[in-house]
């Protein structure tokens, strides 16, 4: 007999499972816009040609939630977990290039295609898009069916809690039996759940060492990479300042520039408004699957309540059969605390992983502070050889120094020049071979 009743227990305690499951499907409007998670497929080109190395920037709240750089197809696939179905900036630049800014709304499966075009005299840095669609609006009135739904099958989960009340009544004399078994195994899920606590915490402070760890490598990399290119854009450009100025060639070129870009503003924009259509009839189709799955599970949910009352009528002659059950529930309890102890020695070896990288990376930024405070004063030599160049290029522009004179000075302003490259190619080759050391980028 107290087989019979505590599989009984069991039972009823499965129906409550269900019935909470059911109540926590019903959301608020005020989430309806939740996704798990949304994939971002961009496209960049310029003129005919893919265009790499081009940086995708996700951002919402002036906040970057998603980014990566295009490869040598000019693609970048992005995922962004938790999107909440809110306006979004889409930012797409490149060196040279003027930058492309879209705000619109995500779906499971956007896609945007980018045309860059080159930065030209007097070209604007960057154009701006606005896209609609109203995913939104098809979410929120699916949500609203979904919830009818959602509150039909939440009745007969109350029906189901009242057969559960009633045979709880009726084994509640019943249950002594397996009582101390459940005892002892509650008394080992507690000790597995504090050495798991002890295990997650030592765990956790070693992930948010090695978090810091690579958020200092990523802020180097970027101000080293920003550095090298802003080198590269100076040496250019006294490279171009020893030209003549071609000003017809490039008033041409700058209004031929302006209508390339609103052609390729024009361009995108149908390309997007095309995806955003392509996502309203996703969103649409999307909806209808959420409300026949949810009038299926009400009334699935129906049938279980039936099934229930049934199965609960004909379970209370087998409760023995639960006193078996508690004894196995403790022997898993037992192997849960087996479990919960290789854990706590796994985070234990993460967390001195973890102080072995931040020493390493201390010794790294050390070397490389010195290699920027060189990189400093080579500048600041840089700057004053620029003061002279601009005095003396005046001085030739008003006529007022002697063509021979001028020639000298400008020797020995070129001569700097090479000297200072000479320095800072010294200054690369000691940044990279730092960079080998410690095995960075």
């Excluded at 003129?47 to 920037?57: D, E, R």
């Amino acid at each position: 007999m107290k087989k019979n009743i505590i599989i009984v227990a069991t039972l009823l305690a499965s129906l409550s499972l269900h019935a909470n499951t059911a109540t926590t499907t019903i959301l608020p409007q005020s989430e309806i816009n939740e996704v798990e998670a949304v994939s971002v497929s961009v496209n960049v080109v310029t003129g005919n040609s893919p265009l790499s190395q081009a940086t995708v920037s996700i951002l919402q709240n002036n906040k970057e939630i998603g980014g990566a750089i295009t490869d040598t197809r000019g693609t970048v696939s992005i995922k962004i977990e938790n999107y909440n179905g809110k306006e979004v900036t889409i930012r797409t630049s490149k060196n040279g290039f003027q930058t492309v800014i879209m705000r619109a709304l995500l779906n499971q499966r956007s896609k945007f295609n980018v045309s860059l075009i080159k930065m030209m005299v007097n070209t604007p840095t960057s154009t701006t898009i606005d896209l609609e669609n109203n995913i939104n609006e098809i979410e929120s009135n699916s949500a609203e069916k979904v919830n009818s739904l959602n509150t039909k099958a939440e009745s007969h989960t109350e029906k189901a809690e009242s057969t559960k009340q009633e045979a709880e009544k009726y084994v509640s004399d019943k249950e002594k039996s397996a009582e101390e078994h459940r005892k002892i195994a509650e008394e080992k899920a507690k000790k597995a759940k504090e050495d798991a606590d002890k295990a997650k915490t030592a765990q956790d402070k070693a992930d948010q060492t090695m978090k810091q760890v690579e958020e200092a490598k990523d802020q180097r990399e970027k101000d080293a990479m920003d550095a090298k290119a802003q080198r590269e854009y100076d040496a250019k450009q006294r490279a171009e300042d020893e030209k003549k100025r071609q000003e017809n060639l490039a008033k041409l070129k700058e209004e031929q520039a302006k209508e390339a870009a609103k052609e390729e503003a024009e361009k995108m924009k149908k390309e997007a408004e095309k995806q955003a259509s392509k996502a309203e009839k996703e969103a649409k189709d999307k909806a209808k699957e959420a409300e026949k799955e949810a009038k299926d599970k009400a009334d699935a949910e129906k049938d279980k309540l039936k099934a229930a009352e049934e199965k609960a009528k004909e379970e209370k002659s087998n409760a023995k059969e639960a006193e078996k059950e508690a004894k196995a529930q403790a022997k898993e309890e037992a192997e849960k605390a087996k479990t919960a102890a290789a854990e706590k020695a796994a985070a234990e070896k993460a967390e001195k992983e973890a102080a072995k990288a931040k020493a390493t990376e201390a010794k790294f930024q050390s070397s490389l502070s010195k290699l920027d405070s060189k990189q400093s004063k080579l500048e600041a030599k840089r700057n004053k050889i620029k003061s002279t160049q601009s005095k003396l290029d005046k001085k030739i522009a008003k006529g007022k120094i002697d063509a021979s004179k001028a020639t000298e000075a400008q020797h020995k302003i070129d001569a700097q020049n090479l000297k200072l490259d000479a320095a800072q190619k010294k200054l690369d080759a000691a940044r990279e071979k730092l960079n080998r050391k410690y095995k960075k980028k």
